[in-house]
């Protein structure tokens, strides 16, 4: 039996494919999603702990998650779906001055985008993460316009809005080949059949190399593994997402960051010194005693927290830690959204909203100097890494 048509084929239902589709059916296109897994965020989408900022150092970055928190923070208001959704910013505590240095430092670019973001002296960054060391506390930035969002609520709620205006998902289905003739992609096959389309996004997260070699292209997407963790919920009493931007002295950790989600469990993890490249997603030993002693050091009051589970998904990285948001000139129709390194979650929104653009109207909705750090004919060794992950 023939298989229907679609305007649009959305490969992979995650942290960006799901606001893709969405964001494709609001401007009238008939989307497909093909997802491997058995439902939508179940791929690195369910790893990640929520933090959603702008406050980032690069454009495309600020843009897009600036984007993001306009959409997610409104959400229940304007849908009246829960996305878990807590304001109450991003603070990185401040323990020497070469990082001082460096926080500050951010701000011209930070500011010239219009975020809200200060620096706060030792005793209000002691009011706002009450019970933290305050041993040769200097202060900190504080973004009060960042917060947190459900990484299990916002895909589903995505997806549902999506649903709503004709969007079709389609699950335990694995995209194993694409359809290309005289430079234009014409759809793609499944192992459950084939599909016709008049563009396609690839957004497959950390398998987004196996899609450059279907696709003949060289997608430069190399996972590595982080980990994270959950308490029980306890009472409400810490506003931000904190980032202790500090090695660990146990010589494993490069810094790490926790918050207090809207239900009231602590979440939390670290970036390891050492940098785990694989896709390996089982949960160390090591992680959980080495976090649990930098947390109660920071904020001893934590010590009586109960640790409910803890897990290790990928981030999807590039050379440069920016992704790779573009139309591919070489294939008319295609389009990628991969490479989302640790923000994929937070950029999810706002690179829906630039797929449909690039999708519909053939051309990026950032402004340039945005645009040029997310193309996808750039030189990757060239580019710097970005300060602030
Ligand atoms: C411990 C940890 C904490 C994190 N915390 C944060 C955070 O606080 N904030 C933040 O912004 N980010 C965070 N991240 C990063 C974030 O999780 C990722 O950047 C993001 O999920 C990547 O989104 P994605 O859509 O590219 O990939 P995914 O969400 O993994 O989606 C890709 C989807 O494609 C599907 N797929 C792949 N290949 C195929 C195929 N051939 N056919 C069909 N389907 C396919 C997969 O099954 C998957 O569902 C964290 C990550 C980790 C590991």
Same mark, same amino acid.
């Given at each position: 039996m023939p298989r229907p048509n679609f305007d649009v084929i959305v490969v992979g239902g995650g942290s960006v494919g799901v606001p893709s589709a969405y964001n494709l059916a609001k401007r009238g296109l008939k989307v497909l999603v093909l997802e491997r897994r058995s439902a939508v965020g179940q791929g690195e989408n369910k790893a990640a702990i929520g933090g959603i900022r702008a406050t980032h150092s690069d454009p495309a970055k600020i843009v897009l998650c600036s984007r993001s928190l306009a959409e997610m923070s409104t959400w229940k208001e304007r849908?009246? @779906?829960? @996305?878990g959704w807590k304001p109450g910013g991003y603070a990185f505590p401040v323990y020497d001055e070469p990082l001082e240095r460096t926080l500050r430092g951010l701000f011209p670019i930070q500011h010239k985008y219009d975020l809200a973001i200060d620096w706060l002296d030792a005793g209000a960054m002691t009011e706002l993460i009450p019970g933290i060391e305050r041993r040769n506390l200097r202060g900190g930035t504080y973004s009060p316009n960042d917060g947190q969002l459900s990484p299990l609520k916002t895909p589903a709620a995505f997806q549902r809005a999506a649903q709503a205006l004709g969007a079709e998902f389609r699950f335990k289905e694995r995209v194993t080949g694409y359809r290309i003739e005289g430079g234009r992609i014409l759809g793609v096959a499944t192992d459950k059949g084939e599909y016709q389309a008049g563009a396609v996004v690839v957004a497959t997260g950390a398998d987004a190399t196996d899609d450059g070699r279907m696709l003949g292209v060289e997608i430069p997407v190399k996972p590595d593994s982080h980990e994270a963790g959950i308490t029980a919920p306890i009472e409400h009493f810490l506003k931000p997402l904190v980032v202790d931007m500090r090695p660990g002295a146990e010589g494993k950790t490069a810094n790490f960051y926790f918050g207090q989600n809207d239900e009231g469990q602590i979440i939390f993890c670290y970036t390891p010194k050492a940098l785990f490249y694989g896709t390996n997603h089982e949960s160390t030993s090591e992680f959980l005693p080495i976090l649990a002693a930098r947390m109660i050091a920071l904020i001893? &009051?934590? &010590?009586?927290a109960l640790v409910r589970r803890v897990w290790r998904g990928l981030y999807p990285m590039t050379p440069d830690g920016i992704p790779i948001i573009d139309n591919v000139p070489e294939i008319a129709g295609l389009a990628l959204a991969v490479g989302m390194c640790g923000q994929g979650f937070m950029l999810g929104a706002g690179v829906g909203q630039e797929i449909a653009a690039l999708v519909v109207d053939g051309a990026t909705s950032l402004p340039a100097e945005a645009h040029d750090r997310v193309r996808w004919a750039r030189n990757f060794a060239k580019a710097g890494t970005e300060a602030l992950k």
């Open positions: 849908t009246g @779906v829960d @996305v001893p &009051r934590l &010590r009586h």
